[in-house]
């Protein structure tokens, strides 16, 4: 009887066994339509019939287009932008960040942070935007003095926070479109109208030249370097961040709507 058992036991488990794999495997037979469940996919729009009116089709994914009639020339300078960054940009500020404490690069970011209130004043007053002139005019007038030329930033202690205005934001302010995506060398994805608006708001910084300080720093090599050192330091964003390999298309579609964005902010800032 006992010897019975034994034998039977193992009889039962590799029926079992069989049983349970014969199951898997017909199951697994009935889920085979769905193993490309992406291939159903369908894009669908309630108001279909008024976006397909005469029978046009629409490329649901047209909001990723950027109008970049350069973009063979933008590819050859992302790249060289890309293997720059790696190879020069970041090394320098991986350099800069270990030989200086973060005190002494808050104290950099905020005496090149103070020039910009020159620009931002001028465009803010162009757009008729009071409050924020006022508001950089005495940033510039209290950090420049009690603030040791922006090494201080004593406005922000009293409510006066830095608010960036461009001329390219002056442009669009006035309705004038971003123009062609381009890649700029060393600097990165811009457009006409940012192009135009950072050339603009360089000879504003020039032209009042505050304490001699622009004229200095944009005609002393060691001054440019250390300024685009701080550009970089200041810029969050690296090219290595991103392994997509629609790299250049994810970069141009992030930055142009970025500055729909910061434009939109901008104008919805009260007067």
């Known amino acids: 009887?006992?010897?019975?058992?034994?034998?039977?036991?193992?009889?039962?488990?590799?029926?079992?066994?069989?049983?349970?794999?014969?199951?898997?495997?017909?199951?697994?037979?009935?889920?085979?339509?769905y193993t490309n469940p992406l291939n159903q996919l369908k894009y669908h729009d309630k108001n279909d019939a008024l976006l397909n009116q005469g029978n046009e089709?629409?490329?649901?994914?047209?909001?990723?287009?950027?109008?970049?009639?350069?973009?063979?020339?933008?590819r050859y300078v992302f790249y060289f932008d890309r293997v720059m960054d790696k190879n020069l940009l970041k090394p320098a500020v991986n350099l800069y960040k270990t030989i200086t404490p973060v005190f002494v690069?808050?104290?950099?970011?905020?005496?090149?942070?103070n020039l910009q209130e020159i620009p931002s004043g001028v465009n803010s007053l162009l757009q008729f935007k009071m409050k924020q002139t006022i508001s950089a005019a005495f940033r510039l007038a209290i950090n420049s003095t009690v603030g040791v030329f922006g090494l201080f930033d004593p406005a922000s202690a009293i409510g006066l926070h830095h608010r960036h205005n461009s001329f390219a934001n002056t442009l669009a302010f006035y309705g004038v479109g971003s123009g062609a995506y381009l890649m700029i060398p060393l600097i990165g994805p811009s457009s006409v109208r940012d192009l135009?608006?950072?050339?603009?708001?360089?000879?504003?910084?020039s032209q009042i030249n505050l304490g001699s300080i622009p004229e200095v720093i944009f005609h002393q090599p060691e001054w440019l370097v250390l300024y685009g050192i701080n550009y970089r330091y200041t810029t969050s964003i690296s090219y290595s961040d991103f392994s997509s390999p629609f790299l250049y298309d994810l970069i141009r579609f992030l930055y142009t709507r970025k500055r729909d964005l910061e434009i939109m902010v901008v104008d919805d800032q009260p007067f």
């Open 1 to 33: 009887m006992v010897t019975s058992l034994k034998v039977r036991k193992p009889i039962w488990l590799l029926a079992f066994i069989l049983t349970s794999v014969f199951t898997v495997q017909v199951n697994s037979v009935e889920r085979l339509t």
């Open 57 to 74: 089709q629409q490329d649901p994914l047209s909001f990723l287009d950027v109008y970049d009639p350069l973009e063979s020339l933008n």
């Open 196 to 205: 135009a608006g950072m050339v603009v708001d360089q000879q504003l910084e």
């Open 105 to 113: 690069r808050s104290r950099v970011s905020g005496f090149f942070q």
